[in-house]
C-alpha cells in the first residue's frame, strides 16, 4: 500500500513539470491574438501533440547519449560527431538497400564502431578526455567530407519510406530502444554499477579491483548504441551536411538542456524518466514560443536562456527552499 | 629492456612513415609537372584541330570564392570550370565565403591573394569596399557571380562598380529593379492548376528572406498577390492568398516555425520565394504535412526530384535555379582583363546582369533538368563546350561582342538544355 503511494507520489511529481509548463504556456498563447487563427488558439491544435513527441524523442535519445558519458565521470565531445558521421553513412546504405531497418542496423552498428576507437584511444593514449574527444571530433568531422563524396545525406529524410523513424510511430522504436539500452546498462550491467564506483571515487573504485578500461569500453559500446539510435532520428528528419570546426559539438550540445533538468526532476523517480520529462516541458515551451512568433532568434534564445538559468538556480538552492518552508511550517504550527 | 626495443621499433616505423610520406609528396610534385605538361600539350592539340583561335590565353589562376563548400550548385560549377581549365589555360582554385564576417571574408580574398592569383570570381557581397581596395593594390581583378552586389550598388557604386578591377557580376535571377520571380510562380501555379482542374489549389501563403537582405523576394511576394488579384478579377475559381505576416512568414535565415502551418491552416500549397528546399520542407517533413501541402519554391539541392510533380509525396512543383555556365560572364571579362583586350562594346562601367533561370514547373522539365550539368555535375552536359567559351573571349575571337556575352546569361533557360 505504502509502496503504491510511493509510486503515485512519484508520478505526479515528475508529472508536475511539463503539467506546469503547458498550462503557463496556455495561459500566456491564450491571451495573445497571435495564436488564434480564424477564432482557434492554434496552441491547443493537435500539431502540439505531434512535434512534442516527435522532437521529444531526438532530444531525448541524444540527452541520453550525452548523459550515460557525464554519469561515468567523461565530458565526450566526440559524441556529436559520431552521430553525425553514422548519420551520414546509415542515411547512404537505407538509399542503397532501400531500407529504414537497415539504415537503423548501419547507424547503430557505425555508432558503436565508432564509439569504441574514441575509447580505444582513450585508453591506450591515456589522454585527458577531453582533448582526447576533441581530437577525434575533428577526425570524424573531417571524415564527414569523404564518405560518399563529401555530400552528406539529404534524400533519405524526405522520402516517407525511408524516414519512417524520424515520424510518429516510428521515432518511437529507437528512442524506446535508447532508454532501454540506457536502462540496461545502468541499473542492469555490473559496468554500468561499478562505473558509478569509478565516477564517485576513481581511485577507491581501481583499489578495490575495477578495471576501469574494460569499464570505458563497455560504456562506450552502449554509448554508442545510443548515439547510432540518435543518428537514424536525426538522419531521418533532417538534411545532414558534412561538418567542420567541431560544428559537431555544437548539434550535440544544443541538446544538453534536458540533460541538467532531467537529472533534477529525476530526483522524484529516476534520471532516465527525468530526462524524458524535461524534453517533454522543454518542447511544450518551443512549440507555445513558435505560437508567438518567438520561436527563432534573439528573443527565443533570450527567453530560453533566462528560463533554464533560473531553473538551474532553484535546482541549486532547493534544499535551502525545502529547508526554508519547513522552518516556515514548523512556525505555523508553534504559533497554533 | 623491453620498453626500449619497443621504443627503437616505433622510432624506426615513425621514420619510415615519414620517409614514404617524402617519398609521396615528391611523386605527387612529379604527377603535377606531368600534368601541367599535358595540359599544355593538350591545349596544343585543340589548337592544331583547326577550330581554335589562333590566340592563346595567358597561362592564369583564377580564385573562386563561394558561399559554401559542398552541393549541387557548387560541384557542377567546379566541374564546370575544370572543364575549360585546359582549354582556356587557366587554373582553378576554391575558397569558402562566409555570410556574416566582413573581416572574414577580406582575410579569404588576402589569402587567395598571396597564392598569386590573376583573377578572383566572388559570391558574397560582404565587405566589398575593402576587398576591392585589396585586389586594386595587388593588380588582381574581380568578378561577381551568383550576386546582385545590392549593398554595393546602393552604397558604394563608385568605389565598386566603377573600379576598373570590377569587371561586373552575374546574379543569381532578377535583379532588384528587374524582378520577374512573382510573375514565374503564379505562371507555375496557374499552370499547376490547368493541370489538375479537378483539384486546383484555390489558396496558398508565401515565405520570404528578410528584405533588408533580399529586396527582390518582397518585390516578389508584391507582384505575386497582384498577378493573383488579376487573375482573380475574371476567374471562376479565384485564388485566396494570405498576405505576408511580418513575424511568421519572415524566415530570418532559420527553418519555417513548425506552427506556420496551423497559421495558415486553410493553406494548400506553399509559394516560398525564400529557398524552400533548406528552409521550408524540412519543416513540412518533420509536421507531416508533405503530402497534403505543395511547394512552389526556388533552389535545388538535390533529392527534390524524388517528391516533385508526380513523383513521391508531390510535394514540390516548382524549383527555380541559376545554370552554372552563368559563371561563363565573369569568368570571360576577367580573362579579357587578364590578357589585355576588351570588347568592342564594353561598357566604361561595370554591370550587374540578371540571369535567365531553369523554372522547373512539370515533370517533362524535371527530366529535361536532369540531364544538365546542374544535375549531373558532368561537364559534357554543359551548355557550353571550352571552345565555345574560348569563343566568347576578346582574344579568342576579335569577333566577340559583349552584348553576345551579356546574350547568353539571358539564354540559359530550362528550354535550352541540350
Redesign the interface.
Known sequence: MKNSGNIIKKIILSAVFPILMFVVMLIITASND?CY??G?L?FL?T?LI??VI?NSCMTVCVALAIWLQLKNGRFDFSGGASMILAAIIAGNVGLMTNSPVMALLAAVAVGIVLSCVTAFIYIVGKLPIIICTIGMTLLYESLT?LVFG???I??F????HT?VF???PGVLVPTALAVAAFVIFTYFTAAGRKGKVLSNNQRAGVNIGIDERKNVFVTYIFTGIIIGLAAIVYVS???V??QSGLATSGIMFSYIVPVFMGTFIGLASCDVVGIAIAAVGMEIMN?GL??L?L???GWQQIIMGVFVLGFYTFSAQSDKIQAFVSRLTKKNTTAV | MKKALLKKISAVLLAGAMAVSAVGCGNSGGNTSNNNAASTDSGTGAGDSGSAPAVEGKKCTIGVAFYQDTGLAVDSTKAYLESLSDTLNVKFTYTVLTQTDEAANLTKIQELISSNVDGIICTMDLGMTSIIQECEAAGVYLGGYLCDYDTSFNTAYDQVFKSEYFVGTAIDGQSPDDVTIGNSMFDSLIEYNERNADAPITHVSMAIFPTWAFPSQQTGADQFVAAVEAYNATAETPITVDPLDEESDVLAFAPLDTTYFAKHADSQAIISFAAGSAFVYPTMVQAGVDSSLKLFTTGFDGGEEANFGTTGNGTYQQNMVTAPESITYPLVLLLNKINGVSFPDQPAEAERISTAQYVINSDEDMAKFQKSCFYTKNAANAMYTPQDVLNMTAYGNPNATYADLKGILSSMTIDSIK
Open positions: 497571435k487563427v480564424n482557434k492554434i491544435s500539431d505531434r512535434q516527435v567530407y563529401g555530400q552528406g539529404r534524400i529524410y524526405s522520402q516517407a524516414s524520424g515520424r510518429i528528419q533532417n538534411e551536411t558534412p512549440y513558435n505560437c512568433n520561436g527563432a532568434g
